[in-house]
Structures are given as structure tokens and as C-alpha cells.
């Protein structure tokens, strides 16, 4: 295990914003996990970098990042280390005729990080096929493994999130053999198939990397509109009473989704835009996507302090506006 120092931490994220660490190391296995831990230094665990904002002043601890890679098969169940690259973990789920991941293509990041805040897109979550996570107790170093009711995945949200206590070694997930099922409108429209209907893996793998990059959300080096952390705000679970003074307002077009226990998930984008945020809204070095109103965009050269006053604006104005609060997605150092 070898430690670096003062290691900048903005080209280790999507947004390329942030100071450096004190100390930087990349552990190849479990043991070398544990060594990197013992420490007396603050301890930040870093993924792919695609869902966080470091601070100007960077990090004055050790930044730790897994890079187990090994990948296991059992049946229908695969385990994969938390290390690998996510989008091509999906790629090769795919080309196995493994479905379950395929809605999720084109996800930046590590597979340890999507249980945290129980990944999701196009109408998949990783809980939907996540059978068991492992995890480092820091405390005392010993691996636990956790069943997915012990998880208490929610809407973006997880057992593992907003604490410290646990890193991620190794999720292990059920992924059967067949066919697609979308069942997310604007996948299945862009899929010209029925509700209810199938598709190839691979063609619904092409399609949703298609409707990604057509918002940005597709890192690419390419595009200056993929510099982000992608979804900035998460959509907002509100009382159905909130939903209809919205919609004496705007009426029933306004996008929802019902939710089990009686509350109504809406669209952050929506609400937004709906607020005077337009897709392109750029203040000095940061902006809005002109592709996709949920992401923040580093236009070139900025700062996380400028990227937060513009998250900060965007909340304000959607509160006074709208009576509706807005939170992070990211995770914010």
C-alpha cells in the first residue's frame, strides 16, 4: 500500500471541483483496506467521484479508494467487488444476457458506492436485485454482511448513508437471464413497446446511454455539459395536499409519481424550471446543464463555493416560489 500526498482531489470527480488531500492511497484488497484505515488522520472513503463536492480547501486526512475488482458468479447471483466500475459492470451484464442492471447504463462510479444511495434510473434501483452488501465495520475492521431488509434501502437512501461507520467491500446481486422489462414511460416510448412489453438487454442498454447523453448525464470529455455531479436535487416526496395547490396552479400537467404509503414523489427538474431556473442559467463559472435542468454544471475554473451559492439560490427560489424544499444529492466535503 503506498500513501501519497497532497493529491488533488478535482480530477478524481465528474465535477473536476476541489482542493487536494493530505494523503491519498488506492487499496487492491480487503487487508490493504483495513492497513489504510489504521490511522490517526481523518478518513474520507472516495468512489468513481461522480456524486460529491470537495470543498476549496480540499481534505486534511487520508482519502481512501477501494479497488477490489474481483468479480464471482453463483447461479443467478453475481458478486461483485466494490472497485468495479459500474457502467461496466452493466456493459458485461448485458453482453451475458443478465437483466437487472441494463436501465442503469451509463451511471458514472464504483459499484460500492450505488447501495449507498440505492442507485437508480429509468425505473430500476439497485435494491431491486441487490441480495446481500458486505461491509467493513471501521471500528473494529471485521467484515459484516447484510441482508437487504438489514439495507433499509428508501429513495435514494440506504442503512450506509450519511454515516461513517461502514465501508462497502462487495455487493452481490440476483440478476436473471432474459429479456428487458421497462417500465419506465419515457424508456418504453423511446423503445416503441407497449407497457408491459420486452426488449433486447442491449438495445435497451443503447437506448437509455442515448437519452443520458441527450441531458448530459453521460460523462464525457467531450461534452462540457457532462462536467457535473449529475442529479444535483433529489425529486421531492411530498403530501398530496402540497400536489394539489400545485396543481391549482399549473394544473395536471405537472408531473407525479403516487408512492406507496400515500405521498407523491415529484419532479425536481419540473419544479426548477417552473421556478425561473431555465436550462443554461449560468452565474460567473457555474450554471445550470443546457440539457438537463437538475444538473449543476462547472462551466470551467470554478469553485465549490460558487457551485453551493448556486445550489443554494436554485433552493431558495424553488421554496419561496413553489413552497416546495429541494435537497442535495450529492455528497458535500
Known amino acids: 500500500m503506498q500513501v501519497a500526498r497532497d493529491v488533488s482531489l478535482a480530477g478524481k470527480t465528474t465535477l473536476g471541483i476541489g482542493g487536494a488531500a493530505r494523503e491519498f492511497v488506492r487499496v487492491a484488497t480487503v487487508d490493504e483496506l483495513r492497513e489504510a484505515l489504521a490511522t490517526s488522520e481523518p478518513v474520507l472513503i472516495l468512489g468513481g467521484g461522480s456524486n460529491l463536492v470537495v470543498g476549496d480547501g480540499g481534505f486534511a486526512g487520508r482519502v481512501v479508494q477501494p479497488g477490489m475488482t474481483a468479480i464471482a458468479y453463483d447461479g443467478d447471483e453475481v458478486r461483485v467487488e466494490a472497485g468495479v466500475v459500474w457502467d461496466e459492470l452493466v456493459a458485461q451484464m448485458v453482453d451475458e444476457g443478465r437483466a437487472g442492471l441494463e436501465c442503469m447504463s451509463g451511471i458514472p462510479g464504483l459499484v460500492g458506492a450505488t447501495p449507498m444511495q440505492n442507485v437508480g434510473a429509468y425505473g430500476q434501483e439497485v435494491s431491486d436485485t441487490i441480495v446481500r452488501v458486505e461491509a467493513l465495520y471501521r471500528e473494529t475492521r471485521e467484515v459484516v454482511t447484510f441482508s437487504p431488509e438489514q439495507c433499509r434501502f428508501g429513495y435514494r437512501t440506504s ?81 398530496p395536499a402540497v400536489v394539489a395547490r400545485l396543481d391549482a396552479r399549473f394544473g395536471a400537467a405537472m408531473p407525479r409519481w403516487p408512492q406507496p404509503d400515500g405521498m407523491v414523489k415529484l419532479s425536481a427538474g419540473w419544479l426548477i424550471e417552473r421556478a425561473g431556473f431555465t436550462k443554461g442559467y449560468t452565474v460567473g463559472r457555474v450554471g445550470i446543464s443546457k440539457k438537463h435542468a437538475l444538473a449543476l454544471v462547472n462551466r470551467g475554473g470554478a469553485s465549490a463555493a460558487e457551485l453551493l451559492a448556486l445550489a443554494r439560490e436554485i433552493q431558495d427560489g424553488v421554496r419561496a416560489q413553489l413552497g416546495v424544499q429541494l435537497e442535495l444529492e450529492p455528497v458535500v466535503v
Open 159 to 239: 442503512a450506509f448513508k450519511a454515516t461513517s461507520r461502514w465501508v462497502i467491500t462487495s455487493v452481490t446481486f440476483r440478476l436473471r437471464r432474459g429479456e428487458s422489462r421497462p417500465r419506465y414511460a419515457e424508456l418504453t416510448k423511446a423503445l416503441a413497446i407497449a407497457e408491459g412489453g420486452t426488449a433486447p438487454l442491449a438495445r435497451v442498454r443503447e437506448t437509455v446511454i442515448g437519452l443520458r447523453r441527450g441531458k448530459g448525464m453521460v460523462v464525457d470529455a467531450a461534452d462540457p455539459e457532462s462536467r457535473s455531479a449529475g442529479s444535483f436535487f433529489t425529486n421531492p416526496i411530498v403530501e
